[in-house]
């Protein structure tokens, strides 16, 4: 055991003496300091900027955001609106993983939280639930109210 120990540590002088004989330490060279020239950046100005803006508007490069959710054959477009009975407004959309809720306002500022498939105050049913718009079906009819106008 001794003798191994002692060729462990003749080994390892060996292999230092070999590397301070073939690995040569680098020289620190000093290198002047270059002076800087620097001059300040000029952008070249843009002429009449707003002649660029208005001509991509006209272009209409990105399509208008159309929402379609379904038509309805009883219903026209300007009988969409937020209030829900007299006494309730459509204030809120909230989802929580996949479940999602509205909110509704009453005339005391309540706000209070239905779920699909639940019953609203004034006896409609909450049928479904999109991004800006609910569905609702009150005295047989479908109704779709938005969240603005």
Known sequence: MIKHIIFLIG???LTG???LEFI??????????????????????????QTWVTQLNEL???????????????QSKSSLTT???NEFKFV???QQGYKSYILLLDNNKKIS????????????LLRTIHDDTIEVVHEGKIQLIKLYE
């Open 11 to 13: 080994l390892n002088g």
């Open 92 to 94: 809120g959309i909230i």
């Open 83 to 85: 209030k829900i009975g």
């Open 24 to 49: 040569t330490i680098p020289s620190v060279v000093s290198v002047p300091v270059q002076e800087d020239h620097w001059n300040p950046l000029q952008l070249p100005t843009l002429p009449n900027t």
């Open 113 to 124: 939280s239905y779920f699909i498939n639940s019953h609203l105050p004034n006896g409609a």
């Open 17 to 19: 003496a070999l590397a």
């Open 60 to 74: 209409s490069l990105w399509e208008k955001k159309t929402t379609q959710l379904m038509e309805l054959s009883t």
